[in-house]
């Protein structure tokens, strides 16, 4: 073979692996989900670059912590991590690019396992910056020969995309999971606003009549919350808002709701649950606010009590969800006029709800 023909093929060879640089690069810019984008990089790279397996760490920088992205024979993992294993937290502290052979790690940390596999020649690890702020960290594996020229050169352009679409995809996440959350939770107390608990509401009764298990609310109230204020101030009374919140959420299962629907007045939505579960539900979160004095103040203890109402597709089959809450409601409106701190289920109630009680 002449020298020309050898350059035409070198050339035509490295046009291909161009080409499937800039076509990868192309799909992770087009790629929203993080899941799609490793297992496209997993089973790509190999295409344009001597790259075996490989690691990215970002980091999460509202939620602190770190996304880590693993690939090896075509297959990614993505996983969530608090601190860093001692070899990622090492590079990330050095901020150095590093380039090592498996038989020459010496004092450094063992690096992940599917990078020491046997075919792996040498690591190339290359942490990326934003200023002077390390924002991820790249190691990758050569395939039996150590990477040449080319593939270095490969590496570090991709590998800097790929940080700073995964970090930008981050970013954007978290950013428009803050605005959900706070579009839907109630600021002081972090519980499901209003909207959001009657949208759960509505959710879950058109389950509930699509698989015909029961539904039940309970609307609960604080007792005499203004005498609170006024004894011993707003900001205690905020206080006591937040641990009661705190008290009632522990006494729920996972698959139920729990919302702030306004001022002292809190909503329950369980599901799957009956009249009957629903009353001793009730009867659990009235014991775990009454049953011990929450702290007012510094030292200062206060008996806090609520009345609660509650209603269920058991007794109403057809009920929508304006009717299930006027049932609760009539339901707590009995319970603090029979004396308050108790339970009203509205099983012995027939008729239409009553519109327009008077106030608690």
Request: proline residues 4%; charged residues 25%.
């Amino acid at each position: 073979m002449t020298s020309t023909s050898r350059w035409n093929d070198l050339a035509a060879q490295q046009l291909v692996r161009y080409e499937a640089l800039f076509g990868l690069l192309d799909d992770i810019q087009v790629l929203e989900d993080l899941g799609a984008i490793a297992t496209r990089v997993a089973t790509q790279w190999k295409y344009f670059a001597n790259v075996a397996s490989w690691r990215v760490v970002v980091s999460r920088s509202r939620k602190g912590g770190f996304q880590v992205v693993d690939g090896a024979w075509g297959e990614a993992r993505v996983q969530q991590l608090e601190t860093l294993p001692a070899w990622d937290a090492q590079h990330w502290a050095s901020l150095r690019p590093r380039l090592i052979r498996p038989d020459r790690f010496g004092d450094d940390p063992p690096p992940p396992e599917h990078l020491t596999l046997s075919l792996i020649s040498e690591i190339e690890v290359l942490p990326f910056l934003r200023g002077d702020r390390c924002v991820g960290v790249l190691s990758v594996g050569a395939r039996r020969q150590p990477f040449d020229e080319l593939d270095s050169r490969f590496v570090r352009l991709f590998g800097r995309h790929f940080v700073d679409r995964l970090s930008d995809l981050l970013e954007r996440q978290e950013t428009t999971q803050a605005l959900i959350s706070k579009a839907s939770k109630d600021e002081l107390t972090g519980l499901s606003n209003r909207g959001a608990i009657l949208d759960l509401l509505g959710s879950h009764l058109a389950l509930a009549s699509r698989t015909g298990e029961p539904l039940s609310v309970v609307l609960l109230d604080v007792d005499d919350f203004k005498a609170v204020n006024d004894t011993f101030g707003h900001l205690a009374g905020d206080d006591v808002l937040r641990e009661l919140s705190d008290r009632l959420a522990s006494e729920l299962r996972d698959s139920d709701g729990l919302g702030r629907y306004g001022g002292e007045e809190f909503l329950c939505v369980l599901f799957p649950c009956s009249a009957a579960e629903a009353r001793t539900a009730a009867e659990r979160l009235r014991r775990a606010v009454g049953d011990r004095p929450f702290m007012v103040g510094a030292l200062r203890q206060h008996t806090v009590t609520i009345s609660l109402g509650s209603s269920s597709t058991d007794v109403h089959p057809e009920a929508g969800l304006q009717d299930l809450l006027k049932w609760a409601d009539n339901a707590l409106y009995r319970s603090k006029s029979s004396g308050r701190n108790r339970v009203t289920d509205d099983e012995s109630f027939t008729g239409s709800p009553v519109e327009d009680l008077p106030d608690r």
